[in-house]
Structures are given as structure tokens and as C-alpha cells.
């Protein structure tokens, strides 16, 4: 089977992200760090993704990958775990996680789902992936204030229809 495309990675990525930066901030101790963290593990993903096997656990495979980014982490600052939670409890947590998405973020996802897949690309590429504006304008084939105008419309977009679904179930 063929290894799954760089949108395809990003989009579980994106999925996966509350769940992967608490167990970093669990492993760190430090929310900041985290979502640095999160960022190393979104570019690790998209360097080995050929690893991974479509058809299996992608979460598993993700917690694995940020397993190893935060003992690196810890280990470059001459730190220890903060926490010790054994590969069980960090599984557990995060299936816990995956069961219980909020509402809000329930309707984000739906509303995400909803966009045309260059839009989903340039949002993940830019809030999953966390790569800089300049290279992701380049690649869109934009200038940096263009996509800035862009990203800023998606996101109001997003937020409308957050609201709106939020009122629809509640």
C-alpha cells in the first residue's frame, strides 16, 4: 500500500493534536514546551510517514513518535521526566482523550471537513505542522500578506460556523 500523501499525514496530525500535546505537557511538564514539541513531531511524522501502515492505529503510531521527540527533548535539556507514566497510562490517556472531544472541538472538525482541500491544507500546514508563513506562502504560490488576508478569512469562517453549530445542537 502506498505511503499516505503529506495533506493525508497532516490532516491525522491535525486530528490527533489535543491528545498528543497533553502527553507531551504530561512528559514535559510545560505546556510551552509541548506545543514545540508537537511541532517536532508533526515534521518527524512527514519525514517517516512511509512507516506507517494505512490500516492500523495512526494514534499509536503518533504518541510513539512524540514518545521519543520528549525523551530527546528532556535529555537535550538534562532533564528527567517530570512525570513517570509508563507507555500503558500514556495509551490509556490518550484514548481517553480520543473518546471525549468537546463540543466545540467536535464542531470545528466538521466545519474543517467542510472546506475545500486547499484550504484544509493551508490550515494544517500552518496550525498542525506549524511551518512559517513565508514557506507555506511560497508553496501556495502566494505572497506572505495574501495568505495572511486568507488565513485570516478561513478562520472567521470557521468560527461562524463553529458558532452556528454550537446553537444547532445546543
Not at 96 to 105: A, L, N, S, Y
Not at 148 to 162: G, N
Amino acid at each position: 500500500m502506498a505511503p499516505l500523501s503529506s495533506d493525508e499525514m497532516l490532516s491525522l496530525l491535525a486530528a490527533e493534536r489535543r491528545g498528543l500535546v497533553g502527553i507531551l505537557t504530561l512528559m514535559t511538564g510545560d505546556r510551552q514546551d509541548a506545543d514545540d514539541l508537537f511541532q517536532e513531531v508533526a515534521l518527524e511524522a512527514l519525514r517517516i510517514r512511509h512507516t506507517f501502515e494505512p490500516g492500523t492505529r495512526f494514534g499509536a503510531w503518533a504518541r510513539a513518535i512524540a514518545r521519543l521527540q520528549a525523551l530527546r527533548h528532556l535529555r537535550a535539556k538534562g532533564r528527567r521526566r517530570t512525570v513517570a507514566l509508563s507507555p500503558e497510562v500514556i495509551e490509556q490517556l490518550a484514548q481517553d482523550w480520543e473518546e471525549e472531544p468537546d463540543d466545540r472541538e467536535r464542531a470545528l472538525h466538521e466545519c474543517v471537513q467542510g472546506l475545500e482541500q486547499e484550504p484544509r491544507r493551508l490550515l494544517a500546514l500552518r496550525y498542525s505542522a506549524g511551518l512559517p508563513l513565508s514557506r507555506i506562502a511560497q508553496e501556495a504560490g502566494r505572497s506572505e500578506d495574501a495568505l495572511k488576508v486568507h488565513l485570516s478569512r478561513l478562520r472567521k469562517k470557521l468560527q461562524e460556523c463553529v458558532e452556528a453549530r454550537l446553537k444547532e445542537n445546543g
